[in-house]
């Protein structure tokens, strides 16, 4: 497993617009499933311990043949604000957020979401996946034929005991169901470890880089941007 951190954005390939994102299951359908969490993402009480996982801090990373792991760093702080794996040509960006105890987060940044895209010139659309409402963002930006296509993100959102977890799938998985499922099953093993210190709803979840790797990237690592503090379509390009 490679790791490196990152200190500005790929923008994802854009695509000729199609009806393809609209193949998967219908809006709200995983939604009726009861405990939507029973197979992951799970919550630090919910495991036996870290042996085995890649300790990022706020969140722990089952290893996976071939999977490539990039920390996001805010060059102003220099904190790691979010962590992206890179597995098959597809990327999968993970951040965790404090929640309130009583309420998830995900239906609310869904529709913020709608709205920067909106804002943006872009357009989305809400679709039922197996963790539940999941939202495809279509941003114009153009070909290399110089035709206008769009960059596609896919939003996923788990609300947790107290936390939020948020992965935005780019390449290949955010269109197409079958090359999303691996990435799809390494988010399902992030375990989330919240702490107990009281933290405001939306703030995000610190992450370090893990002790035995190094800080200085392979010269080819690949760069992301800049994450900002709350899950933001700007993320994303």
């Not at 919910?46 to 990039?70: F, H, K, M, N, W």
């Not at 805010?74 to 904190?79: D, G, I, L, M, Y």
């Not at 390494?186 to 210190?197: A, P, Q, Y």
């Amino acid at each position: 497993m490679v790791f490196g951190l990152g200190r500005k954005a790929k923008k994802e390939q854009a695509v000729e617009p199609d009806d393809s994102l609209a193949a998967a299951e219908s809006p709200g359908e995983a939604d009726a499933v009861s405990g939507i969490r029973a197979n992951g993402p799970f919550d630090e009480a919910e495991i036996d311990g870290r042996d085995g996982y890649v300790d990022l801090g706020a969140l722990l990373i089952t290893p996976s043949e071939g999977l490539q792991l990039r920390l996001e760093v805010e060059e102003a702080t220099q904190r790691v604000v979010a962590v992206t794996l890179d597995l098959n040509g597809s990327s999968l960006q993970l951040q965790a957020f404090a929640a309130p105890k009583t309420e998830g987060l995900w239906d609310e940044i869904r529709e913020q979401i709608g709205q920067s895209v909106g804002a943006q010139g872009g357009q989305v659309e809400e679709i039922g996946g197996s963790f539940g409402t999941e939202l495809v963002a279509k941003l114009p930006a153009g070909l290399p034929d110089g035709s206008q296509g769009y960059r596609v993100a896919r939003f996923i959102g788990v609300d947790g005991p107290r936390w939020f977890l948020r992965g935005v799938l780019g390449g290949p998985a955010a269109l197409e169901r079958q090359a999303a499922e691996p990435l799809e099953a390494l988010f399902r093993k992030v375990v989330v470890v919240r702490g107990g210190s009281p933290m405001p709803p939306r703030d995000l979840l610190q992450l370090r880089l893990p002790k035995d790797a190094a800080a200085t990237p392979p010269p080819a690592a690949p760069a992301l941007q800049e994450p900002e503090r709350g899950p933001e379509i700007t993320q994303i390009g």
